[in-house]
Every structure is written in C-alpha cells, then in structure tokens.
T-cell receptor, first 115, second 115 residues
Framework: AQKVTQAQTEISVVEKEDVTLDCVYETRDTTYYLFWYKQPPSGELVFLIRRNSFDEQNEISGRYSWNFQKSTSSFNFTITASQVVDSAVYFCALSEVNTGNQFYFGTGTSLTVIP | DVKVTQSSRYLVKRTGEKVFLECVQDMDHENMFWYRQDPGLGLRLIYFSYDVKMKEKGDIPEGYSVSREKKERFSLILESASTNQTSMYLC??????????????FGPGTRLLVL
C-alpha cells in the first residue's frame, strides 16, 4: 500500500494564482516526520520543510505555507501568488522513526506556472 | 551548506556493461542512500548505508550492488547494465541522530541511458 499519496499528478496555474498541493500519508507510528521537496527541471531535489508528528502548527515561509492535520493524515503545501520559478515537481515524503532512516516518497505533483 | 555531488550528470552505457555511479558528501553524514526515479513511480530506494562498510537493501535492490569504503563516498554498481535500468539515479545523505529522522539532502542526479 502506498504510504504517501499525492493524488494530483499535474497542476497548471496562471502566475499570481494561489495553488495547494495535497499530500495524504498513512502510518501506524505515533512518531514520524513529514517532508516536502522541490525538484526543478535541473533535477536536484531541494529540501523545503521537515515537520515531526508532535508539531501540528502550520508554518509559513514567505510565499510558502504548510497545513499539517493529523486528523485527516494530511500535510498540504500552498504557494501564494505563484511565480514561474515555482514550476517544478514537488514531492512529499514520510519517515517513521521505527523503520530506520527510510523515506517513503509520494509520486510527485508537477506544477506548471504559466506567465 | 550540505554538498552532495555525483560523478556524472548524464551517462550512456551499453547492455551488459558494468556501471559505477559515485556519490560524495562533504558534511560527515553517517547515512547515505541511492534512489532511482521513474515517471509516475516517484523515488524508490535501492540501497542505503548507515556507516562505512555497512549496507542495507531498499525496496528494489535487484541488479544493483553498493560499496562504502569511506564515510564520504557511496558507490552504486550495476554489474551488468540492462535497458530496464535506464533511469534517473539520485544519491542522498543525512545525519544520524538517534530517535529522530534527519533531513536527507540530495545530489544533482545522474541520468543513465542503457542502450
């Protein structure tokens, strides 16, 4: 079974629109970590955020914000006022403390921001 | 800044060749990982290593082996390359901190084409 589901395969938005990327995860562990990475066309995965299961506070970093809801097992990512440079593939990942350092990645959401 | 480098960005090999992919990190990280990335499948873990000379199989180890003789270097070996190993290969490293899941930092990736 897929531990991390990113149901949106591809999204296109017009520049300056807001966009939310969904991430739903599945775990039985009480202690786990969630991550978001950005993969621009160059190919390198760039780390964006790490959250642990005990910290449900939403986080904002510039135009980026994350909404962590344990009740729905979701860790959604919103980009406000999108820009062309935001065009990339975005990956959500789960890591469970009890399974060592293994990360479980979603299949990614490809975001295209149209100028 | 964490720096993970991979020996080649692009590689073209023939079926049956032995292929070496090298990864080096400069942050004294204990953990290193090899993934392959294919469209629609996200990132899949091939092998990882917790320490020098230690290795663990990931989800798809068949057809691959690894070597970690020095802490900073983790090599992925395709003993006899096949066309179904054409893919993007990503290396990552992370710090070990017991009881927590540290962020994995990724290299730029190697796009391997096996003809």
């Amino acid at each position: 079974a897929q531990k991390v589901t990113q149901a949106q395969t591809e999204i296109s938005v017009v520049e300056k629109e807001d966009v939310t990327l969904d991430c739903v995860y599945e775990t039985r562990d009480t202690t786990y970590y969630l991550f978001w990475y950005k993969q621009p066309p160059s190919g390198e995965l760039v780390f964006l955020i790490r959250r642990n299961s005990f910290d449900e506070q939403n986080e904002i970093s510039g135009r980026y914000s994350w909404n962590f809801q344990k009740s729905t097992s979701s860790f959604n990512f919103t980009i406000t006022a999108s820009q062309v440079v935001d065009s990339a593939v975005y990956f959500c990942a789960l890591s469970e403390v009890n399974t060592g350092n293994q990360f479980y990645f979603g299949t990614g959401t490809s975001l295209t921001v149209i100028p | 800044d964490v720096k993970v480098t991979q020996s080649s960005r692009y590689l073209v090999k023939r079926t049956g060749e032995k292929v070496f992919l090298e990864c080096v990190q400069d942050m004294d990280h204990e953990n290193m990982f090899w993934y392959r990335q294919d469209p629609g499948l996200g990132l899949r873990l091939i092998y990882f290593s917790y320490d020098v000379k230690m290795k663990e199989k990931g989800d798809i180890p068949e057809g691959y082996s690894v070597s970690r003789e020095k802490k900073e270097r983790f090599s992925l070996i395709l003993e006899s390359a096949s066309t179904n190993q054409t893919s993007m290969y990503l290396c990552a490293s992370s710090l070990y901190r017991g009881g927590e899941q540290e962020t994995q930092y990724f290299g730029p990736g190697t796009r391997l084409l096996v003809l």
